[in-house]
C-alpha cells in the first residue's frame, strides 16, 4: 500500500536532549513537508522539501533541523533549541508545484519529560 | 497573521440535517483550497478541495462553495451523519510556491444522534 509512514507514535525526550523523527514515503512524491499541532490550534509549517538534497524553513523552524538525502525519506530532528517541543507532529508529501491533495502520516506525540 | 481564519471553534448538529463550517483567507495569491477532516492523534484526511478558477466543487454529502470575492469557503456536509464528528481544518496553498499549505484552527464538528 502507498503511504506515508512516521515512526515513532509516541516519544519521550529528556530536556536537553535532541530527538529524530522518521519519515518515509512510498508515494514516489518531489515534495514533504513537516507540520507542529499544539492543542487549539491549526497545523504550521516546519520546514519543507521539494527535491532531494534540498529544503526550506517554513514558519516555525527555530529548533529544528532536517535532512533529505533520499526521496523518500525526510527525518526532523528536534534539538535542545527548540523552547516548547511538546506537540504532535505531522509529515506530508505531494506532487511538488501540482494542485492537489497531500497526504499525511499518522504523526508523532513528542512529550518533553 | 493568520492568513487562513476558522472563527468557529466548535459547531453541533442534528443528525440529518445540514452541517455548515466556514472558513475566511486573506491572502489573495492562494488559488487551491482544501478542506481536511482529523480525528485526535491521527493524521488528516483529505476531504474535498476547490481551485479558485470554480465557486462549487461537489463530492457525495460534501459540497465546497468559494466566494473569492469575499475571501471565504465554506463545507457543506449533507446529511450530516455521528460518523462525521472530528475536527475540520480548512487549508489553502498558493500558486507559484511549493504548494505547501496553511492551514485555519480547525472546527470540532459534533453530530449529535
Known amino acids: 500500500d502507498g503511504g506515508i509512514t512516521q515512526s515513532p507514535k509516541y516519544l519521550f525526550r529528556k530536556e536537553g536532549q535532541n530527538v529524530t523523527l522518521s519519515c518515509e514515503q512510498n508515494l514516489n512524491h518531489d515534495a514533504m513537508y513537516w507540520y507542529r499541532q499544539d492543542p487549539g490550534q491549526g497545523l504550521r509549517l516546519i520546514y519543507y522539501?521539494?527535491?532531494?538534497?534540498?529544503?526550506q524553513k517554513g514558519d516555525i523552524a527555530e529548533g529544528y533541523s532536517v535532512s533529505r538525502e533520499k526521496k523518500e525519506s525526510f527525518p526532523l530532528t528536534v534539538t535542545s533549541a527548540q523552547k516548547n517541543p511538546t506537540a504532535f507532529y505531522l509529515c506530508a508529501s505531494n506532487r511538488s508545484k501540482q494542485r492537489g491533495e497531500a497526504f499525511f502520516g499518522q504523526g508523532t506525540r513528542l512529550t518533553v519529560v | 497573521d493568520q492568513q487562513v481564519k476558522q472563527n468557529s471553534p466548535s459547531l453541533s448538529v442534528q443528525e440529518g440535517r445540514i452541517s455548515i463550517l466556514n472558513c475566511d483567507y486573506t491572502n489573495s495569491m492562494f488559488d487551491y483550497f482544501l478542506w481536511y477532516k482529523k480525528y485526535p492523534a491521527e493524521g488528516p484526511t483529505f476531504l474535498i478541495s476547490i481551485s479558485s478558477i470554480k465557486d462549487k466543487n461537489e463530492d457525495g454529502r460534501f459540497t465546497v462553495f468559494l466566494n473569492k470575492s469575499a475571501k471565504h469557503l465554506s463545507l457543506h456536509i449533507v446529511p450530516s451523519q455521528p460518523g462525521d464528528s472530528a475536527v475540520y481544518f480548512c487549508?489553502?496553498?498558493?500558486?507559484?510556491?511549493?504548494?505547501?499549505?496553511?492551514f485555519g484552527s480547525g472546527t470540532q464538528l459534533t453530530v449529535l444522534p
Open positions: 487549508a489553502a496553498s498558493q500558486v507559484g510556491s511549493a504548494r505547501q499549505l496553511t
Open positions: 522539501s521539494q527535491i532531494v538534497n534540498d529544503f
